[in-house]
């Protein structure tokens, strides 16, 4: 589940506040995803994996929206000079 954000500036952005718990989650995830593939779960214990997953993936996303909302481009203007402007996904650009 990758985006076409800048991997370095994201990075950056997320070291500044929620690196440990961030990334702390996403490993935790990822390990989740590889016993669920593995298979060789009891349908209990996959749906708790499952579960927690779940919740891990909402808490991911809910971090990764709060860094965008934080980030800002700069663009240049006709003039030469430069403007911030919010970060918008390429999604959004696309519905409008």
């Given at each position: 589940m990758r985006s076409r954000w800048n991997a370095h500036a994201l990075e950056a952005l997320l070291k500044k506040d929620s690196e440990p718990e961030f990334e702390k989650s996403l490993g935790r995830l990822e390990e989740i995803v590889k016993k669920l593939e593995n298979g060789n779960l009891s349908l209990e214990e996959a749906?708790?994996?499952f579960e927690e997953g779940v919740q891990l993936s909402r808490s991911c996303q809910k971090q990764l929206e709060e860094a965008e909302k934080r980030?800002?481009?700069l663009v240049r203007k006709a003039d030469g000079s430069l403007a911030r402007t919010p970060f918008e996904r390429e999604r959004e650009q696309e519905k409008g």
């Open positions: 749906m708790k994996l980030v800002e481009m």
